[in-house]
Structures are given as C-alpha cells and as structure tokens.
Nanobody, 119 residues
C-alpha cells in the first residue's frame, strides 16, 4: 500500500502565496503521474495540475501555480502564487504508484489540505 500525506495548506490573503507538499510513502517500486486536485464547498472535485510524462495545468491556475516533484523523495509540490478567493478549496494530492515491477499502476489520494484565501 501507498500513503500520500499533504501539508502546507492554510489561510492567506488574496495576492499571497502558499506551497503545498505531498509525500508518498509505503511499498513503492515506482511512481507515475503525480498531481493536485481541489474541491470547493458545494462543487465537484476538479483538476489543478499534474506532473509526469508531461506537465499540465487547469486554465484557472495556469501562470499562477507551478507543480514540481522530487523523485528521490517521492514528493510533489504545488507553488501557488497570486492567490484569489476562488482558489479556496480542499486540495488533494493524487498519484499513481506500483509496489513491485510486476504490478500495474494504482491510483492513490491524499486526505486533503485546506487552502483558504481571504479577500
């Protein structure tokens, strides 16, 4: 099994910055794509950014958020700049991982970290 633990959320004023981290641990042979999703109150969970064979961003965050990863630490980061009140949400880490060379990749989710942007 693989566990994902997020950190770095909090309360920030509009225009401010936060950096989220997500560390994968457990029985890991290799990691695939790692990324971030978010869910605002009353809304469906939505894609934010992903890092793997390519890097992709959702339109609302492109140019303000930067995803990066440290493969040696099985960790993915999300640097969030110029934050807006509409960025307020629970941010979830998502990662594909396999525990042995014979396994297929499985999808895992973190528990979420709250980001609140005040106006």
């Amino acid at each position: 099994q693989v566990q994902l633990v997020e950190s770095g959320g909090g309360l920030v004023q509009a225009g401010g910055s936060l950096r989220l981290s997500c560390a994968a641990s457990g029985r890991i042979f290799s990691m695939g794509d790692m990324g971030w999703y978010r869910q605002a109150p009353g809304k469906q969970r939505e894609f934010v950014a992903t890092s793997g064979s390519s890097t992709n961003y959702a339109d609302p965050v492109r140019g303000r958020f930067t995803i990066s990863r440290d493969n040696a630490k099985n960790t993915v980061y999300l640097q969030m700049n110029s934050l807006k009140p509409e960025d307020t949400a629970v941010y979830y880490c998502n990662a594909a991982a396999r525990s042995t060379g014979w396994d297929s990749y499985r999808n895992y989710w973190g528990q979420g970290t709250q980001v609140t942007v005040s106006s």
